[in-house]
């Protein structure tokens, strides 16, 4: 039986994607090849890999504005090091928002002076800043848009006459918005877009090339432009099925059409917690995320009942991290709203039970 997959990532994908996936990797357009052993520098994947880079910018809405997409290795963890390397000469703001807002202050401070603008640490980064100044004399300014451990999503993002830039990872591609405000994005593949290995980064190329230090080839986002994302061998599955995601994702209507669907689901659950008595939502009601839905059971002797009332039912990947505890259901774009409804009612029948 199919699972319902509520994993934070690597995580649930069409399923019309993993058929198509699975048929390439036996045989890719008839090519008597699987899409896995083709040559990278290949007509075939170089189409592959112009297709994934032009769809990512159209669904955004960045085509013919300045912007280029590259699909890299080293998931975000290595964005978190190469925005500060090609971007970071003297001072950056970060808004941390998490356990990945954390990580990548880290790497920043390798690069220069990295002010805090605000911090949801003293509440376990249950909600969003808000209210806060922005200096006029940084390089740039950071956030991360979903919060996939606490259940968090910045809704209004900060204003700032320096670039702005978005760690996305967990939902890129999951609403309508005006990404132009960003001067660059980038996220990890595995929520939204594909399995785990590469990682999309757009990036408005007029911010690049201001910085007076070395910056090694394998970092330099100007390299892997001037490569068009084939500096070295990519990640070519990884990308292959992102690029099957993405005409998924166009075919279903875009970025409108998802966002309907994905409010559809987030209503779904957070109603079945505000009127359970017997759970209670771990983020602030007007910071929940629609992509990670973070919740804890108010009495946790039925912890036991409970989990194996889930698991009966077909349900996976719901345990909520440990910083966290509780339960944390991912919807990601391709999570169904019968895969939630299967879940909300097993959270209606604990009620009757208890």
Same mark, same amino acid.
């Given at each position: 039986?199919?699972?319902?997959?509520?994993?934070?990532?690597?995580?649930?994908?069409? %399923?019309?994607?993993?058929?198509?996936?699975?048929?390439?990797?036996?045989?890719?357009?008839?090519?008597?090849?699987?899409?896995?052993?083709?040559?990278?520098?290949?007509?075939?994947?170089?189409?592959?890999?112009?297709?994934?880079?032009?769809?990512?910018?159209?669904?955004?809405?960045?085509?013919?504005?300045?912007?280029?997409?590259?699909?890299?290795?080293?998931?975000?963890?290595?964005?978190?090091?190469?925005?500060?390397?090609?971007?970071?000469?003297?001072?950056?703001?970060?808004?941390?928002?998490?356990?990945?807002?954390?990580?990548?202050?880290?790497?920043?401070?390798?690069?220069?002076?990295?002010?805090?603008?605000?911090?949801?640490?003293?509440?376990?980064?249950?909600?969003?800043?808000?209210?806060?100044?922005?200096?006029?004399?940084?390089?740039?300014?950071?956030?991360?848009?979903?919060?996939?451990?606490?259940?968090?999503?910045?809704?209004?993002?900060? @204003?700032?006459?320096?670039?702005?830039?978005?760690?996305?990872?967990?939902?890129?591609?999951?609403?309508?918005?005006?990404?132009?405000?960003?001067?660059?994005?980038?996220?990890?593949?595995?929520?939204?877009?594909?399995?785990?290995?590469?990682?999309?980064?757009?990036?408005?190329?007029?911010?690049?090339?201001?910085?007076?230090?070395?910056?090694?080839?394998?970092?330099?986002?100007?390299?892997?432009?001037? @490569?068009?994302?084939?500096?070295?061998?990519?990640?070519?599955?990884?990308?292959?099925?992102?690029?099957?995601?993405?005409?998924?994702?166009?075919?279903?209507?875009?970025?409108?059409?998802?966002? %309907?669907?994905?409010?559809?689901?987030?209503?779904?659950?957070?109603?079945?917690?505000?009127?359970?008595?017997?759970?209670?939502?771990?983020?602030?009601?007007?910071?929940?995320?629609?992509?990670?839905?973070?919740?804890?059971?108010?009495?946790?002797?039925?912890?036991?009942?409970?989990?194996?009332?889930?698991?009966?039912?077909?349900?996976?990947?719901?345990?909520?991290?440990?910083?966290?505890?509780?339960?944390?259901?991912?919807?990601?774009?391709?999570?169904?709203?019968?895969?939630?409804?299967?879940?909300?009612?097993?959270?209606?029948?604990?009620?009757?039970?208890?």
């Amino acid at each position: 039986m199919k699972k319902h997959n509520f994993s934070a990532g690597p995580c649930i994908l069409p %399923e019309e994607v993993f058929k198509e996936a699975s048929q390439a990797i036996l045989d890719y357009n008839n090519s008597g090849l699987s899409v896995i052993e083709i040559s990278h520098r290949s007509k075939d994947f170089v189409d592959i890999m112009e297709e994934a880079r032009s769809l990512a910018l159209e669904l955004l809405g960045l085509e013919g504005k300045g912007y280029k997409a590259l699909f890299l290795q080293g998931g975000a963890s290595t964005q978190f090091l190469m925005v500060a390397y090609n971007l970071l000469q003297n001072k950056a703001g970060y808004i941390n928002t998490g356990s990945w807002s954390d990580k990548a202050i880290k790497e920043a401070k390798l690069f220069g002076d990295v002010i805090e603008l605000a911090s949801s640490k003293d509440a376990n980064f249950n909600y969003i800043p808000k209210g806060y100044e922005v200096p006029e004399d940084l390089d740039y300014v950071h956030c991360t848009s979903n919060n996939t451990i606490f259940g968090t999503q910045i809704k209004d993002f900060p @204003k700032s006459n320096a670039p702005l830039i978005c760690d996305m990872s967990s939902d890129i591609f999951s609403r309508q918005m005006d990404f132009s405000k960003f001067s660059l994005i980038y996220a990890g593949a595995q929520k939204n877009m594909g399995p785990a290995g590469t990682t999309l980064v757009v990036i408005k190329e007029d911010i690049l090339g201001k910085i007076n230090r070395q910056i090694p080839s394998m970092l330099d986002y100007q390299v892997h432009l001037g @490569k068009a994302s084939m500096f070295n061998t990519p990640p070519v599955f990884a990308v292959y099925t992102s690029m099957l995601t993405l005409r998924w994702l166009k075919k279903l209507g875009g970025l409108a059409t998802i966002e %309907e669907l994905n409010e559809k689901k987030a209503n779904l659950i957070y109603s079945e917690i505000d009127v359970n008595p017997l759970f209670k939502g771990f983020a602030a009601k007007e910071d929940r995320s629609v992509m990670n839905a973070t919740f804890t059971l108010v009495n946790e002797d039925l912890k036991e009942t409970f989990d194996a009332m889930w698991k009966e039912a077909g349900i996976n990947g719901v345990n909520g991290h440990r910083s966290v505890g509780g339960y944390r259901a991912s919807m990601y774009n391709a999570m169904t709203i019968e895969s939630v409804a299967a879940l909300v009612d097993v959270m209606g029948d604990l009620e009757r039970k208890a």
